[in-house]
């Protein structure tokens, strides 16, 4: 990089560079999209002429970009030009927005949206006579905030014809009302699917456009990669398009969902044309998706103990444990890295033993195999991750005892489970890398900044709340930075690229306004972003940031 000229070079900074000696420096200089050089003020004047821009950061903080090691882009669409209830806190609300919504949209004739709170709804989810009542005539289809369960109406059962008598899928359950056996209006997991020849597809638009506004917030959250964690054929056409109008300014690694229902060895030949096609480097499909289980909300995630509140119900399993095992080896021989959703702790285990299989029949090597969300683990499974090599995906938004933890956790879990949730400094300690993620839009406001103060606390941000949520498990500042950072590079295997302020590697950076070595853990969240560059390029500035 020595022959690089710097076009842009920051001054005065706190620079913590997150590399493996987690050096500290104070002047940056970019050239050509690249890092070119790291250091003190003074060794950087030597870089300085007068075609080079040089902003004098006043002491002000800065970090890599933030990683999102995994999240759900291409699923934003229903914040931007749909029923939208993320926000809303209560049944009323909920109505009143749908209410609005239809009265303004007179010629639809479908609707959708997402955002419901199983919270607001517990045993059983929402029913489809509140929907009949606002929406009699049209289909609609609503998905709750965690993507797991579709809200519908009468309108909607009828033209799927799910009745009395259509049996929930494999996989998934169509709630019921408990006198008279009909489906109540609340689809969990594959029962989802029943209702596609309903509900259309989004267009293209939509998803370009969901994909733009999950881009801005992201660049102005300091985001500046993320692991869209389910594709299908419609969001991959999002992107590209994005991709050939030169609109994507943020990274995106992406994997493909291989469903059970579906011949398997198709689904890994459309993964590996994808793969070879999709090359650019801010657009990658790299990875297969499988969901083990479902959610503890649902009552389908699949634990190792019943359920407190359904004795002998143990939860659902979206793959047989034996065809999970052949196709994870299978994904795995064509050296195809695997991302699998688990949250309950039998579907840990479960995954561990798929990706175990995997190992012994093709040999160990540099897979990167990823498990994400980890709401339950016993402490011998966390051994096993660091065994296998397996990397951990952890969202640290939800370490924290809120609503879910009083109306859905300690009812449906009890309250030793509850209190046992999300391990993350237990991880740490057996030498497990973990890369955090926010699952948005399951976390609307996902800026790295919340994720790493609540995975300091444990607790609700801003507070010091003595509602701790597993105590023993609170991480240092250093590991939450780092799981947002480094190791979420290495787990898209872009170390070499990014995630740390080195030299040679591309000039993804954060300027934040405070040093969060000096504040109040609980201050970290109220940091402000005020710079995000990706390859050396502004892509966010705060307007008061000059």
């Not at 990706?534 to 500035?541: E, F, L, N």
Request: hydrophobic share 40%.
């Amino acid at each position: 990089m020595d022959k690089v000229k710097p076009n842009l070079i920051l001054i005065n900074g706190v620079v913590y560079t997150v590399d493996k000696r987690n050096v500290w420096a104070e002047a940056i200089a970019i050239g050509g999209g690249r890092i070119v050089f790291v250091g003190n003020n003074k060794d950087i004047e030597a870089f300085v002429d007068s075609e080079t821009e040089v902003i004098d950061l006043e002491g002000k903080m800065i970090l890599p970009g933030f990683i999102d090691a995994h999240a759900h882009p291409s699923h934003a669409m229903d914040l931007v030009g749909n029923i939208n209830l993320y926000a809303q806190d209560s049944l009323e609300k909920y109505e009143q927005t749908i209410k609005d919504f239809v009265e303004s949209h007179v010629d639809e004739k479908v609707f959708r949206g997402s955002g419901w709170n199983d919270v607001l709804f517990p045993n059983n989810g929402p029913t489809k006579e509140i929907l009949d009542a606002l929406v009699p005539d049209h289909p609609i289809s609503l998905v709750s905030y965690d993507g797991h369960s579709l809200w519908v109406n009468s309108v909607t059962l009828d033209r799927a014809k799910i009745n009395q008598e259509t049996p929930s899928p494999e996989g998934g359950v169509i709630e019921r009302d408990p006198e008279t056996g009909e489906p109540n209006g609340t689809l969990r997991e594959t029962a989802s699917k029943l209702i596609d020849n309903v509900i259309p597809d989004y267009s293209l638009e939509e998803r370009v456009n969901a994909l733009l506004a999950y881009q801005n917030m992201a660049n102005k959250g300091g985001v500046t990669m993320c692991h869209d964690a389910m594709l299908d054929e419609q969001s991959i056409a999002g992107y590209k398009a994005l991709q050939e109008n030169g609109a994507l300014q943020t990274r995106f690694r992406g994997a493909i969902e291989i469903k059970p229902d579906s011949p398997v060895e198709e689904q890994i030949e459309m993964l590996l044309s994808e793969r070879a096609h999709n090359s650019h480097p801010k657009f990658q499909t790299n990875t297969a998706k499988l969901f083990v289980d479902g959610v503890v909300e649902g009552g389908t995630a699949y634990l190792l103990e019943p359920y407190q509140h359904m004795p002998d119900f143990y939860g659902e399993l979206i793959w047989d444990p034996q065809k999970l095992k052949e196709v994870c080896a299978a994904i795995d021989k064509e050296k195809i890295q695997i991302h699998i959703h688990v949250i309950g702790d039998a579907a840990a285990r479960i995954a561990l033993d798929a990706l175990e299989y995997a190992q012994q029949l093709n040999g160990k090597r540099d897979a990167r195999h990823l498990i994400t969300h980890l709401q339950l683990v016993t402490p011998g499974d966390i051994l096993r991750f660091e065994q296998l090599g397996v990397i951990g995906v952890p969202n640290p938004y939800w370490f924290k005892v809120d609503d879910y933890y009083w109306s859905l956790a300690l009812p449906y879990l009890g309250k030793d489970r509850a209190d046992h949730e999300y391990p993350m400094q237990s991880f740490l300690e057996a030498g497990v890398l973990m890369a955090s993620a926010s699952d948005f839009p399951v976390t609307i406001h996902f800026d790295p900044l919340i994720g790493i103060e609540t995975g300091i606390t444990r607790s609700e941000i801003g507070t010091s709340s003595k509602e701790i949520l597993w105590p023993e498990e609170r991480a240092s500042l250093e590991d939450m930075i780092a799981s947002f950072t480094t190791n979420g590079a290495y787990a898209n295997f872009l170390e070499n690229e990014t995630g740390s302020i080195e030299v040679g590697k591309q000039a993804d950076l954060v300027v934040l306004d405070q040093n969060l070595f000096e504040i109040p853990p609980t201050e970290i969240a109220s940091t402000k972003v005020l710079l995000t560059l990706v390859d050396g390029k502004q892509v966010y500035r705060d307007s008061e940031f000059s």
